[in-house]
Nanobody, 114 residues
Framework: QVQLVESGGGLVQPGGSLRLSCAASGSIFSITAMGWYRQAPGKQRELVAHITSGGRITYADSVKGRFTISRDNAKNTVYLEMNSLKPEDTAVYYC????????WGQGTQVTVSS
């Protein structure tokens, strides 16, 4: 089993920045990819960014150029650096890991508002 603990959410003004962290524990050797998803009120959960164990990265078009996903293998942690935040980025952000099964964190709220 894999456990995911998220941190870093909060309230930020438009144009500001936040960094989300997701620490993985348990059967981390089985993880082949990790990512960040988000779900806004009334909308479906969508992919934000994804990184494989080999370093292949995918971004949603809406965040490309503003968000950066990275992984610290020594700390078993994946990060999402969010810059130039917009009100439409407001959502609950969920960490995800794939390792035979699919695992989810419980989510962290990101609110972008002036």
């Amino acid at each position: 089993q894999v456990q995911l603990v998220e941190s870093g959410g909060g309230l930020v003004q438009p144009g500001g920045s936040l960094r989300l962290s997701c620490a993985a524990s348990g059967s981390i050797f089985s993880i082949t990819a990790m990512g960040w998803y988000r779900q806004a009120p009334g909308k479906q959960r969508e992919l934000v960014a994804h990184i494989t164990s080999g370093g292949r990265i995918t971004y949603a078009d809406s965040v490309k150029g503003r968000f950066t996903i990275s992984r610290d293998n020594a700390k078993n942690t994946v990060y999402l650096e969010m810059n130039s935040l917009k009100p439409e980025d407001t959502a609950v952000y969920y960490c995800n890991a794939m390792g035979g099964k699919i695992f989810w964190g419980q989510g962290t709220q990101v609110t972008v508002s002036s």
